[in-house]
């Protein structure tokens, strides 16, 4: 897999298409679009999590998502690579276009989806297994051609992390610090190669040494993959994120039910300076949230 | 004891006392706590005393015979003069038939637990795992009865000509399938709720690397689930060794050092069974036998314990 210049997508990876061909990328000023949202919503039975949400997201972007608690920041970024497919009950509606291919269409294999779009959860998840194995789990799990060390040393200097385990790599990966622990799983998503990263409320089980590790890798990596992240701290969709989508929790008249919509999307800079929504300025000023 | 005058005692009259100790001297407590005590300490005493029973006949047994003679002995004939004690063929028998039972009951159980733990929609698993208990709940007798007159028969019928002679009316294939079936919801059950035990998060963090179910359940869960997997078949092979009514009925009683499935065998368990219901006087040394050769029972299940557990600690990989 040859990524010539360090930028992974599916145009220059054929052997990770999802399927059809990739249709010619469009473009939105000079930036490209990696995911189109239009209308989306989620539900969960017949509940909904979030509705009608619509939104561009770009190339070497970081995307920020913020928002009070139980806005569907969540659910929205686990659509991204079908990661509700394992809910049983979860259900999608509207469109969602990942480099203009339907992400929901009928021939895609959300396990393909997965292998192009990785993710960070909110917990650090190491596998029980070495430093070591836990890199390269997923290189093995595709297939990847190559020496096997290479591409975990690789990852590892990648994600600012090999001089801190290079004299342990055999050891078990949990015997490392919570923040050491999110990098690792950082590199082990990056290890395969992904277009995109999705990172759940990543630091929020962290100090902030650990998260200004992170939010300084966020920024070197952004050079390469385009990246999702949700986020309760605002200060770090600040720092960190080129654009930023802020939802709020809707309720129906009789508060039976409640879910998420977007109230604002744009420029990070813009969102936190001279937002266009008086809710979002409530919201970052920390008057309600 | 101090009474709440204690303590209040120096405030004014009215002034809301800041007592300390307890409003009344919870006897309860203590009684719950002697009552669960004693139940722990039972089970100890029972076990103690298993021993205990085991040991003073056997002793009485190897004043007679020697341990040499009767661990390595290949000619088991305890009642034809003169008698010989070799325990080899009982032990070969009981080993036979646990190993027919685990070839079919390991495979079987693992899969039907990562189907139950991995796959099986919430629903479909609500109605399934009870079901596959019920079937732990079946007494032996039915399924020794089950052995002697469904699948001896049938495993007569289908015995492949290449294989040379079909199974005779007693043999050891028979008793450990049944066996094998009785010990599958025990490795199911038990290695379901060690593989379901095992954080989402670890199958949520190798599905986002684009591993298949597959590949999660075996790569990630199972070993991650290593112990209590482990742990099932261990009590499925204590209780295949173990089980007796299932090898008295379909596996026969002849002492045949052999693990040829087609043939008759006699397990431990099932000299046990067949000797002490018998017509044997207490003393003599065909009943210190019964001790002797079920004392041997309760040692091998023990060491296999001990093994299994320093396996497990060797192996398994700990999750927080």
Redesign the interface.
Known sequence: MSTGDGVPGPGDTPGLAIHTEVPKHEHIGSKETVFELKDLSVFYGDTPAVRNVSMDIFKNDITALIGPSGCGKSTLIRCL?R?ND?I?TAKVTGQLLYHGEDLYGGNVDP??V???I??V?Q?P?????SIYDNIA??PR??GMQGDMDDIVEKALRDAALWDEVKDRLHS?A?GMSGGQQQRL?IA??IA?QPDVILMDEPCSALDPISTGKIEDLMLDLKERYSIVIVTHNMQQAARVSDRTAFLIVELTADEKDRWGEIVEYDETEKIFTNPSDERTEAYISGRFG | MGSPDVVSSGRLAGEPARRLSAASPRHGEKVIRGLLILCAALSIATTTGIMISLVGPSIGFFREVSAIDFLFGTEWSPVIQPPSFGVLPLVVGTLSVTLWGLIFAVPIGLAAAIYLSEYA??RVRSILKPTLEVLAGIPTVALGFFAFSFVTPLLQDLWPGFLGDGPNIFNALSAGLVIGLMIVPIIASISEDAMSAV?A????????????RM?VAL??VF??ALSGIVASIVLGISRAIGETMIVLMAAGATPNMTFNPVESILAMTAFIGVTATGDIATGTIEYDTIFAVGLLLFVMTLVMNLISIRLVRKYR????
Do not use: D
């Not at chain 1, 998840?125 to 297994?129: D, E, G, I, S």
């Not at chain 2, 998060?201 to 298949?212: I, Q």
């Open positions: 690579n990661m394992l049983p396990v393909q997965r292998k192009l990785g993710m959860f917990k998840n190491p596998f029980p297994k789990f997923g799990t595709l078990n949990y799983c082990r998503c395969v | 929609h919430p954080p998060g670890l199958r949520e963090g190798a599905a986002a690397l684009g591993a298949s590949r790569r990630v070993p991650a990989e700990v999750y927080e």
